[in-house]
């Protein structure tokens, strides 16, 4: 019985070695074979890969196995939903056009077995993050990413991975103190009516209760391998792999 809804965020696929980015893509792969068995949908909630930026007739190299995985599933009858993070945004339609994926750019607003949700990856939450947001508007913007697309693609990645490195250490820099902005949006949706807010971003996985609802960060598959799954009207985090105990 189809009755299970998964989410997790923050895979970085393409951020470390080869033998460890190997090792990450065969757990992603492992636990969405455990999902599609009682899986209604899927969320992806952002950052899957840690570069993704996609030209016209050129996408990263790589991540067969993970493709074929989300070809099986979709094949399944199985829903997937893509949030767009803060590092691969850049989809053109390659997603929608080999998977019949529509990526989602801002949030998702769903109603699932009676709960009001709302999935955000959750970049631009922050207290500090004023100059995120700016950024955000330009690298999102059309003619942007038009003028960038005239770049040769190996140039371009090139340059897109650098950026996305430097996103990344200006995020772990953050002091994500008690009073983070993501967690207090999260709060406000809740007071607005929703019962379950879930996000990314921060990479560290929470739940807190606030009123009648939940605040969730799905963590992610670079030190914890997290994910949330709904299922009889109940919302769990879960733990998938345990790297430290299995290097």
């Known amino acids: 019985m189809r009755d299970a809804y998964y989410f997790f965020s923050d895979v970085h696929l393409g951020l470390e070695s080869k033998e460890k980015e190997k090792l990450k893509e065969s757990k992603v792969v492992e636990f ?17 890969f840690d570069c993704w930026i996609e030209y016209k007739q050129v996408v990263p190299k790589g991540y067969y196995k993970l493709f074929t995985k989300i070809s ?3 094949d399944k009858g199985i829903k997937i939903n893509y949030i767009a993070g803060n590092h691969d945004f850049w989809k053109g339609s390659f997603f929608k056009d080999e998977f019949g994926i529509e990526i989602c750019h801002e949030h998702i607003e769903r109603e699932i077995e009676g709960k009001k949700f709302f999935i955000h990856h959750g970049d631009g939450f922050a207290h ?4 995120y947001r700016i950024l955000k508007k330009v690298l999102r913007n059309n003619i942007s990413q038009k003028l960038y697309s005239w770049l040769h ?7 897109a991975k650098g950026t996305s490195e430097t996103s990344r250490n200006h995020t772990n820099e953050k002091d994500y103190s008690e009073q983070d902005g993501m967690k207090e949006y999260g709060f406000k949706k809740i007071d607005e009516g929703f019962d379950y807010v879930i996000m990314g971003h921060r990479h ?4 807190f209760t606030h009123g009648k609802g939940y605040y969730l960060n799905l963590g992610d598959w670079i030190e914890y391998f997290t994910y949330g799954v709904f299922k009889n009207n109940e919302f769990e985090l879960k733990k998938f792999y345990d790297i430290k105990k299995h290097g």
């Open 32 to 48: 969405l074979t455990e999902a599609e068995k009682d899986a209604k949908e899927i969320f992806i909630v952002g950052d899957l």
């Open 72 to 74: 099986e599933i979709i």
């Open 128 to 131: 500090n993050d004023l100059g």
């Open 153 to 159: 693609p190996d140039i371009g990645i090139w340059l």
């Open 204 to 207: 560290k996985p929470q739940m």
